[in-house]
């Protein structure tokens, strides 16, 4: 049998692009009942690339598992169409601008006197009560504002970025955080509440100890390659062919690499090296009796080596390298739905593996709409209602 | 009255450095009685830097609200101790590498006959079942074999890391996605289960289209800088006296850029630039454009510009700027808590705002074994028979 840990979850899904879909589709792969409301020409998302038959992929990866009606919201039948959807539903997401849904006269004020067990979640750039609520906010502004750019880099390159949309994820992944946890605390209050979550602020906390360590400091942490401020050796080195990466967290790990890889005794009790704040004050001392070992030595060669002796360490690999790799196999990393229009797509599977309800790729992405019917009827529509509702461009 | 979410839910964090307590942290912002056990030298963490009075702050942003207990799980004693805790507990959340748990007795399959209720979250390198599932795997490991570096860094870079541990956190709020969709599972099953993480599956799952462009195209994302494959204009470009970043995510936002900011109507029906794909492909001859554009304006002088057009767009911020913005303030990022050796703690409060149970740094990250005695008398133990476990190096 198919279990689902959020059998029974009713989600309206009114977001677009990435983090609000990202968070939708986390609660699809556990089994919510996740019903995408788009406008009649359908969310931003699908129209980028890449295409599969006309099919957006990047919609396809993030709305997997959804259900999906269009919706006029400011049609006076539309807003009682999504009224009357609340009404049964549990959850309500949206990445609007904050105030944009209370014009319309269905922000979470206006919802919770339908259903007050309605969990309100908001995703924004900059969220509620922020100077910039009323700017858009897109990934990339998120990681330009929320410190990631200023961190990111090779020594004298330019601010750069995350080279994926990680504020739109750490993002989504904050909301669903947030929804779930609001409906913990429902399960005792009976109450729903309002959920707020801003790229940039997801961005910033995802900075870890560099705010504590500027705040003790007053130093701005600089764009600096791959060593990490906390921890040395820990950083990428050359080898004869490539790169590879090696982190040893703590003294004994430091010990192990020293004595048994690098034969050099010496270096545990060099007073450069001695604990791992001085490790990382002079990391690259270090690294470089790290390369000349590796000089004559393959990535391949190396990382042998190194993990036979049990130091932390991995090649750098590819989106090719690591799709075959046995280790996606094993883990399941990715999976193929059939999709009506645009055949076989192959998905991102859920990185959350639960035991007893495990999270899934229930269904193809929806075609734009292709719920309209079922769902309408469901609400008690007949089908000259509902012939009438795409007549006027309701739906 | 403080009102929590996760009250009365008790978690037992075995876990060391960044992924495990971020999680742990999570749920102790939200409420959960979160008790930290570590070995008697103290968690690696602890030995990382910044240093305030002699108290790690890379410890104290990821463990504050913790309460904490030193306990040797190799004795038997120590694991008596442990059986107890978990006996009233609801999760036990593991960052060893898989099979470590097993092998003291203390697996998932030892502890749900105590407690079939108990949720048990692991999270490591590569996860279970992985060919690699028996290495050590730190974020840089996760970051470099997830797929993160091969597509993060400027145009001839070579591999380069987020500036951040991006895999830690994104591992962490996977992980704790997954013990409250559990948690949420076992309201239906009244049981619990096993929830288990992979540093390098979160990363790759973070990629989001590049996958599936790889997958539909055949050819690898590379390292570009700061353009999106999937949407344009969308970039950081250079003004007169530094960076700013410029996001139009649809075909909307494009015109009334052309239009109001560039002057330049004849961009919207130009060949090249007719729809995203077209903008994507042609990025650079635009950005020339852009550049252009903004060489006789400020940073401030054009995103207000670019604001006033409700362009989004924004600055690239350091620690600093964003630290001491208006920003910060109106969201409460930033929270102080006394700490009994530190002194003032400056740490990120949880970005995620929720309105009725909200989030909040409950307590200082605790001093190691700070709570041995109240926790062990909780489970019974008196004070001489709490002075012989220590004697005996048990706590």
Chains 1, 2 share one sequence.
Not at 274 to 299: G, Q, Y
Not at 304 to 329: C, F, N, T, V, Y
Not at 349 to 375: F, Q, Y
Request: net charge negative; hydrophobic share 40%; proline share 5%.
């Amino acid at each position: 049998m198919d279990k689902k840990a959020l059998q029974g979850v009713v989600v309206l899904d009114l977001t677009k692009v990435l983090a609000g879909p990202y968070c939708g589709s986390i609660l699809a792969d556990f089994g919510a009942d996740v019903i995408k409301i788009e406008p009649q020409k359908g969310e931003d998302g699908r129209y980028y690339g890449p295409y599969l038959n006309g099919e957006s992929l990047y919609f396809g990866n993030l709305n997997r598992g959804k259900r999906d009606i269009t919706l006029n919201l400011k049609s006076e039948e539309g807003k009682e169409i999504f009224k009357k959807l609340v009404m049964k539903a549990d959850m309500v997401i949206e990445n609007f601008r904050p105030g944009v849904m209370d014009r319309l006269g269905l922000g979470y004020e206006d919802l919770k006197k339908i259903n007050p067990r309605i969990i309100y979640g908001a995703i924004s750039g900059f969220g509620k009560g922020s100077p910039y609520e009323k700017l858009g906010g897109y990934d990339i502004i998120s990681q330009a504002m929320g410190g990631q750019m200023s961190v990111t880099g090779q020594e004298n390159d330019p601010p750069t970025r995350s080279g994926n949309a990680i504020g739109d994820v750490l993002g989504g992944m904050n909301l669903a955080l947030g929804l779930l946890v609001a409906l913990q605390a429902r399960n005792v209050t009976g109450e729903g509440q309002y959920v707020d979550v801003a790229l940039v602020d997801s961005v910033a906390a995802s900075l870890e100890q560099a705010w504590q360590r500027y705040f003790v400091s007053g130093k701005l942490p600089i764009r600096h390659g791959n060593y990490y401020d906390a921890i040395a050796p820990y950083d990428s080195y050359m080898a004869s062919d490539g790169y590879l990466v090696i982190g040893c967290g703590n003294q004994a790990l430091f010990e192990v690499f020293c004595r048994e890889l690098l034969h050099r005794e010496d270096l545990i009790t060099d007073p450069r090296f001695l604990d791992v704040p001085l490790r990382v004050k002079n990391n690259k001392e270090f690294k470089v009796i790290v390369e000349e070992w590796l000089s004559d030595k393959t990535v391949d060669e190396a990382v042998d080596m190194l993990r036979a002796a049990r130091i932390p360490s991995g090649p750098i690999w590819d989106l090719k390298q690591l799709s075959e790799s046995e280790h996606a196999k094993a883990r399941g990393m990715f999976v193929e739905v059939e999709h009506p229009v645009a055949g076989t797509m192959k998905l991102n599977a859920s990185p959350i593996k639960l035991s007893d309800t495990p999270a899934k790729v229930r269904t193809a992405p929806p075609v734009l709409g292709a719920d309209n019917e079922v769902i309408l009827k469901d609400l008690g529509y007949s089908e000259e209602e509902i012939a009438e509702l795409k007549e006027k461009k309701v739906i």
